[in-house]
């Protein structure tokens, strides 16, 4: 069954510090994943995208690995700011149905001053 | 300018009732898609079409019909709503038949739809 599940559900941190968040998958054949950054009341908006060949992407202070073997994607966020907090979902596409797109349940990230 | 828009924002309605919720995207993508967030954030598609026709059509109860009149426009008319249609519903468009490397999904601001 193709499935992504996110780690941490949640999590609190002080700005100006590091994070990272999880994503293990089990869709086949696998395409691509992308990690989406959603605010509050907004709509996903897409931060990186990597294939199987890509080990790791950045976007600013957003870096994305990808560890094709492991199924496995982690989403590092460098010196956290306050806009940070929002809701971020991974997003693998792949398997065979018409449907391609799996999401996860997403790991709500909160900052504080 | 904004690219994939979505209307009503909010919508709160009685059960029994009828609605819609209309979506249009100025990006000249090609597919189009509702998706349901419940209160867990997880989104779950509903439908896509592709040039006004159907190409997904998830279990989603008949009371659900998507309208797409143009390639630019994809409607959700709901009837005899139930409580457990309480969500926020997002719109959102791709290049091409389906989502890929090069067309990621352009998503709406969501319309939040409570049923009392």
């Known amino acids: 069954k193709n499935q992504v599940e996110q780690s941490p559900q949640s999590l609190i941190i002080l700005e100006g510090k590091n994070c990272t968040l999880q994503?293990?998958?089990?869709?086949?054949?696998?395409?691509?994943l992308r990690w989406y950054k959603q605010d509050t009341g907004r709509g996903p908006v897409s931060l990186t995208i990597m294939t199987f060949s890509e080990n790791t992407k950045s976007n600013g202070r957003y870096t994305a690995t990808l560890d094709a073997d492991t199924k496995q994607s982690s989403l590092h966020i460098t010196a956290s700011q306050l806009s940070d907090s929002a809701s971020y979902i991974c997003?693998?596409?792949?398997?065979?149905?018409?449907?391609?797109?799996?999401f996860g349940t997403g790991t709500r990230l909160t900052v504080i001053p | 300018d904004t690219a994939v828009s979505q209307t009503p924002k909010y919508l709160v309605t009685q059960m029994g009732n009828d609605k819609s919720i209309k979506c249009e995207q100025n990006?000249?993508?090609?597919?189009m898609y509702w998706y349901k967030q419940d209160s867990k954030k997880f989104l779950k598609i509903m439908f896509s079409?592709?040039?006004?026709?159907?190409?997904i059509n998830e279990t989603v109860p008949n009371r659900f019909s998507p309208k797409s009149p143009d390639k630019a426009h994809l409607n959700l008319h709901i009837n005899s709503l139930e409580l457990g249609d309480s969500a926020v519903y997002f719109c959102a468009s791709s290049r091409g038949q389906r989502s890929s490397y090069n067309s990621p999904l352009h998503f709406g601001n969501g319309t939040r739809l409570t049923v009392t």
């Open positions: 994503c293990n998958y089990t869709v086949s054949p696998f395409s691509n």
């Open positions: 079409y592709n040039n006004k026709e159907l190409i």
């Open positions: 997003v693998v596409s792949g398997g065979t149905g018409a449907n391609n797109l799996f």
């Open positions: 990006l000249g993508h090609d597919t």
